[in-house]
């Protein structure tokens, strides 16, 4: 059940604020889409006179969806154990650098998240580290502004325990180092950039943290490192070898998540959308790669 298909007027105008919310919470597109899909057919499998009490029926969908989100959350940890190598949220293109498509069929999901810092990959990295309570409860009121009374509709819990909740995840959030400005993160990844189509090691080691971390996902179905990669000379030196192996790779600048990424095609096709962290002195501390070929279905449209 796609916007499309969910109703006029107000109800479906919820649809992008829950697709919002979802995205957030679940850190993956379609889990996003499924979850909103979900609370939109518990809405219509409502009685109408039951539907006719409800007073903010946007209210209720972010509660249900909330709570959608929860249980999937929980499920998550079980599953991403099982996941081969490691696991990263769904990168999201910025939508004026996506190719058109064509105008024909539902609305894309990746065209309704709104691009700010919280979904940044290094925030949605943070909130991987949370509790699915935790998580819920911070995003919720520190992103989106829910007041705890609502919040505690979604966790079963009282307003007092998702206010701790929320204090402990905003706990997590803290200790990042300080990021550069967004003319600081261009600048950055035009360099290793060039620095990786010319295949210079020395370039790329001055220009990544000597403590620099690779994260790289493929879900199994494509070729990388299963475990980070540590060290700004080993980093430097494995994406050297990728380009050695790679003839032809193309790499081109792309907002990613809303900030400064890189996006790697080979024959016109998306192999790798990368993210990444770079700290207030230039240098790149983090970068997470993205290959798995189900994450970047958004990405086939790039231009």
């Not at 929320?166 to 600048?187: C, F, K, L, N, V």
């Not at 700290?279 to 189900?294: F, H, K, L, Q, S």
């Amino acid at each position: 059940m796609k916007e499309a298909g969910v109703g006029a007027g107000a109800l479906g105008g919820e649809w992008r604020q829950l697709i919002n919310v979802a995205y957030r919470l679940l850190g993956s597109l379609a889990e996003a889409e499924d979850a909103v899909q979900e609370a939109y057919a518990r809405w219509y499998a409502l009685p109408r006179d039951r539907r006719d009490e409800v007073r903010s029926p946007g209210a209720w969908l972010t509660t249900v969806t909330g709570r959608i989100c929860l249980d999937v959350l929980g499920s998550a940890r079980a599953r991403r154990e099982r996941y081969v190598g490691a696991w990263l949220p769904e990168p999201v293109p910025d939508h004026a650098e996506r190719g058109s498509g064509g105008n024909e069929g539902p609305a894309d999901p990746a065209d309704q998240v709104v691009l700010d810092e919280s979904v940044t990959m290094a925030f949605l990295v943070v909130l991987e580290s949370m509790t699915p309570a935790e998580r819920v409860a911070f995003v919720l009121h520190d992103v989106f502004r829910y007041p705890f009374a609502e919040i505690a509709d979604v966790l079963g819990r009282s307003p007092a325990a998702c206010k701790q909740l929320a204090a402990s995840a905003r706990r997590r959030a803290r200790g990042s180092e300080a990021p550069a400005t967004r003319a600081g993160q261009t600048d950055a990844v035009r360099r290793v950039k060039e620095a990786w189509e010319s295949k210079d090691i020395a370039a790329l080691v001055d220009l990544l943290d000597p403590a620099a971390v690779m994260t790289a996902d493929g879900g199994g179905l494509v070729g990388t490192v299963l475990r980070p990669v540590e060290g700004g000379a080993r980093i430097a030196q494995y994406m050297v070898a990728i380009a050695d192996k790679a003839p032809g790779l193309e790499l081109l600048e792309r907002s990613v998540n809303g900030v400064p990424g890189l996006v790697a095609r080979l024959g016109g096709t998306v192999m790798t959308v990368a993210s990444f962290e770079v700290a207030d002195d230039g240098r790149v501390t983090r970068i997470w790669a993205v290959r798995n070929p189900e994450k970047l279905r958004p990405w086939l449209r790039d231009g």
